[in-house]
């Protein structure tokens, strides 16, 4: 079970006038009211207990919970799964009598994680609303956040449009909350990009729709996708609904190993994942819909698709390798996500070599991080110390030399890599990428 020391509890901060009063259903009461958000990608189910009693069962995914009302005071908030039993999270807090409060349980670098949202704000004036955005998606870096009415514009269109982003939420280590804005009631199109990068879209092409009313006061919501850059984003109105809308975007990068020389370029849909470039070569992510129809092709003739398709939320990489006439396509699953313990690296080797190599190795400061690594596969993540002068190494079965070699690497901590190594077995090629350079 992970033991939190502490919840981490967005509520009573002055942040304008409207919401100068925090706590109105005052403190004479001996109970509070308490809900729960499961935002999981993973748990089709949660319970909430409360001193190791069930007080919230089977929160499904996407959804909120009715009010439980547990005594006020210091108690033991735990939060299981609801099929296994299986303890996810736990911590002690203290519960204000007569106050309102919503846990939101999410995940991010692995693991379950929870913040809490207190629900009293003061009410905003009649023909206003008040919104603000709650960041948990800390893998994702720094983000700008895009509020508009129009709603029928496409997103990049809409975004080349305006110079200034509504607010943007710098880079942060944990959950960061916005300001609040004052918006007249309607219908509002939400788009959060990368910071600085407009066309960097992190929570789909449609965006986030929110419905405000007068006199509301609601939470957006930005929580992790699966594979760490992108966002999913939901809205909880307070002490009402809520609603979610994850995110049906995937990013891919195509990465060329064919041998001569050849041209490879790839499409997901509609959308251009690389129109050509000359291998080996590694390709920047692209934003593109989830599922799409991959179309690969080598030397301008088509290559079959791989087998597995692109996950909503997640990261992937296009990898093509082998000589041009027998070329293959291979999508490989990448994980983006900051590594659990901020002073270490994610990293891992991906084999494109054409020819015979057998399986490889990889060693980090002479640890073995990767072995029996075959041609179109990736290793899993091995985790390491960051360092300013690392020493990676990568070798065959086949061959008694080293493959690659580089020593007095500068792989800084918090971040993740792949080393991929591409081109022909009679000479190699190792290219190292770092993965989360958005953050």
Known sequence: MNKLKRWPVVGCVVVAAVVAGCGGSGSSSSSTSLRLINATLTHSSLDLLVNASVAIPATTSDSVSAA????????????????????????????????????????????????????????PASGTAQLRFYDASTDAGALDVYVTTDTVTPWNTYLASVTTPTTTITADSSPTPSG??????????????????????????AGTTVTL?????????????????????????????????????????????????AVVAATAGSTTIDAGNVAPTVGDYVIVPAPSVLAVNVNGAAVAPPAAALTAGGDATLLVYGDPGTAVASLITDDNRRP???????????????????????????????????????????????????????????????????????????????????????????????????R
Request: glycine share 12%; hydrophobic share 40%.
């Open 180 to 205: 609040w804005g004052l918006y007249a009631p309607g219908t509002y199109r939400v788009y959060v990009t990368g910071a600085g990068n407009k066309a960097d879209l992190r929570n789909g092409f």
């Open 213 to 261: 009313t007068s006199q509301q006061t609601a939470t957006m919501l930005l929580t992790p996708a699966s594979g760490g850059l992108l966002v999913n984003g939901s809205t909880v109105i307070q002490q009402g609904a809520y609603s979610a809308l994850r995110n049906a975007t995937a990013r891919v990068r195509l990465v060329g190993a064919v041998s001569g020389n």
């Open 68 to 123: 439980a009302s547990p005594s006020s005071g210091s108690v033991t908030l735990q939060i299981n799964d609801s099929n296994t039993a299986t303890a996810l999270v736990s911590s002690i807090v203290s519960l204000t009598g007569g106050a309102h409060y919503t846990v939101v349980a999410y995940e991010s670098g692995g693991a379950l994680k929870t913040a809490a949202l207190t629900e009293d704000f003061a009410t």
């Open 340 to 438: 659990s313990v901020s002073t270490n690296v994610k990293l891992r080797l991906v084999n494109g070599i054409t020819g015979t190599p057998g399986a490889l190795a990889m060693s980090a400061n002479f640890t073995t991080l990767a072995s029996g690594i075959a041609a179109g596969a990736a290793s899993t993540y091995g985790l390491v110390a960051g360092s300013t002068a690392m020493q990676i190494d990568v070798t065959s079965a086949l061959n008694p030399t080293e493959l690659y070699s580089k020593t007095g690497l500068n792989v800084g901590s918090d971040k993740v890599y792949t080393l991929f190594m591409l081109g022909d077995f009679a000479a190699p090629r190792g290219i190292m990428i770092k993965d989360s350079k958005d």
